[in-house]
């Protein structure tokens, strides 16, 4: 089993700054890829950023590229996602989620084997 815990969600006035961390334990050893998925109040869970494990390629949902930055700590089994210039539509859950699967595609979250309970960002106009 693997336990995600997620941290570093908060309120935020538009145009600022946060860091959310996502710690992994447990049987990390054989995963591929972390990411990030975010759901907002009515709207329906999506993607936003993902990374892969060993190599630290990264893959961006298309309206995150420039202002989100995804990372990882290996050493630390931690992912970290940096936001920059939030705006309310920003307002959300944030989700990070890990995989086993490899070549696959991971802007689904049905690709993601482990999900962490979420941390809340609320951006504030």
């Known amino acids: 089993q693997v336990q995600l815990v ?38 329906e869970r999506e993607f936003v950023a993902a990374i892969s494990w060993r190599g630290g ?12 930055t995804i990372s990882r700590d290996n050493a630390k089994n931690t992912v970290y996602l940096e936001m920059n210039s939030l705006k309310p539509d920003d307002t959300a859950a ?3 989620a890990l995989t086993n699967r490899a070549h696959t595609d991971y802007g689904l979250d049905k690709t993601y084997d ?3 309970q979420g941390t809340q960002v609320t951006v504030s106009s």
């Open 6 to 43: 997620e941290s570093g969600g908060g309120l935020v006035q538009a145009g600022g700054s946060l860091r959310l961390s996502c710690a992994a334990s447990g049987r990390t050893f054989s995963s591929v890829a972390m990411g990030w998925f975010r759901r907002a109040p009515g709207k």
């Open 94 to 96: 944030y989700y990070c």
């Open 114 to 116: 482990y999900w962490g």
């Open 57 to 68: 390629s990264t893959f961006y949902a298309d309206s995150k590229k420039g202002r989100f």
